[in-house]
């Protein structure tokens, strides 16, 4: 017992002087837990974004808008596989974090629980879904497990671009003619306030968040991350002379007031009541069960090949 | 029943000239198979002009708790270091 007590004080001083903690390190169960929930997640997240932005691949205006948008779904398979991995260096494997996905035990981030009804809510994903999330992938850069921070960096390098090709896309539409700016406008209203709900509960609310700034896996509290994302869009939108929902200026806090967020229906969402969770969820299990056998098929290719190269001369 | 496919460490040199260096770990059936995922998953952008792919069973590592007495003996060698050495002011080329 002296022994752990030994060991936090020990771990916690190495978290209070930015020292990364890295796999083989002592840490505590709970903290190992949260991680594994937190990176989990995200990787979840990000093969289950894939999903929304994919079924626009086809129907893509334009040759350009075609090789962004596959190239941009690419990149979010390849940030969800740095996640997986990050999250295996914790103990669990890739088939235990597949397996709580498919079987609904494991979350991902709700905002891919609606559909992309339109040509413009890709742009609209990229300026303000995934402009949200660099918000939060930025603080995460910084956490304290080492391969974790490391993900994050790779990530963030390569969603910048993400965010680019979605602003010129609305740009392009606000240009246009006035049903393309209907549409743009209209997309901008549906997505905002489910973006903004993206950074989770407001701190009052937020169950996780103590733990995880002590242990410096988040610098930053909801309120003040989703603060900041509302005060740089509301700048952004004026380029597009659109509108953001409900967005004030407010001279007194010199910020952008955004009004009240719906959190009983954020939580019903979560809880798989959204527009898309079922429809999801299918993708990814069918995705999974009709790739068994490539899975299977490589094994068998590899073994075939390795007992050629093992066999005795004749 | 279907097996797992084993987990490979990834190295990537960025540059000719340049060392490999780790950049993250991938599951994949053989060296092949993980080399072509490495190009897929780590060099989108041109991060790197070779791969090496090691099977992450392979690789022994130090133990962090014993990382104190493992560097120790290094720390009282300060004459490793060229400026441990005192030399005269404006003395060229040492």
């Known amino acids: 017992m002296s022994q752990n007590i030994d060991f936090q004080t020990r771990f916690q001083a190495k978290i209070d002087a930015e020292i990364k903690i890295e796999p083989k390190d002592w840490m505590p169960e709970a903290y190992r837990k949260t991680l594994i929930r937190q990176i989990s997640q995200h990787a979840h997240s990000e093969i289950v974004g894939m999903l929304p932005e994919g079924n626009w691949i086809t129907r893509a205006p334009s040759l350009r808008r075609k090789v962004a948008l596959l190239a941009k779904v690419q990149d979010e398979a390849g940030h969800g596989l740095y996640l997986y991995s990050a999250a295996e260096t914790l103990g669990v494997s890739r088939e235990q974090l597949l397996d709580d996905l498919h079987s609904g035990k494991a979350k991902y981030s709700s905002i891919f629980n609606y559909p992309t009804l339109t040509w413009a809510d890709i742009g609209t994903i990229g300026w303000l879904v995934d402009g949200a999330a660099i918000m939060n992938q930025v603080m995460l850069c910084r956490a304290s497990y080492g391969p974790y921070a490391r993900a994050m960096v790779r990530i963030c390098k390569e969603e910048s671009f993400h965010h680019r090709q979605g602003f010129e896309i609305l740009l392009t539409l606000s240009k246009g003619s006035e049903a393309q700016r209907k549409m743009a406008q209209e997309s901008i209203n549906r997505w905002w306030k489910p973006a903004l709900m993206m950074f989770g509960p407001p701190d009052s609310e937020s169950t996780n968040s103590e733990m995880s700034t002590k242990w410096k896996i988040k610098r930053e509290s909801n309120d003040e991350l989703r603060q900041r994302f509302v005060d740089v869009a509301a700048e952004q939108v004026t380029f597009l002379n659109m509108t953001l929902p409900d967005v004030v200026w407010n001279e007194e806090r010199g910020h952008f007031d955004f009004g009240e967020l719906d959190w009983e229906h954020f939580w019903s969402v979560v809880k798989g009541n959204g527009p898309c969770n079922k429809q999801r969820l299918a993708a990814r299990v069918k995705a999974h069960e009709e790739g068994a056998w490539v899975r299977e098929a490589a094994l068998a290719y590899a073994e075939k090949r390795k007992n050629r190269t093992e066999a005795p001369p004749q | ?94």
């Not at chain 2, 990834?10 to 490495?38: C, P, T």
């Open chain 2, 1 to 94: 029943m279907e097996k797992n496919t084993p987990l490979w460490e990834i190295f990537i040199r960025s540059r000719q000239g340049l060392d490999h260096k780790h950049v993250g770990s991938l599951h994949a059936a053989d060296a092949q198979m993980a080399i072509e995922n490495a190009r897929d998953v780590y060099t989108r952008r041109q991060e790197g002009v070779s791969i090496w792919v090691v099977e992450s069973k392979y690789i022994t590592a130090s133990d962090p708790d014993d990382s104190d007495p493992l560097f120790e003996p290094a720390k009282d060698k300060v004459y490793r270091h060229p400026t441990f050495y005192d030399l005269p002011e404006g003395i060229k080329h040492i």
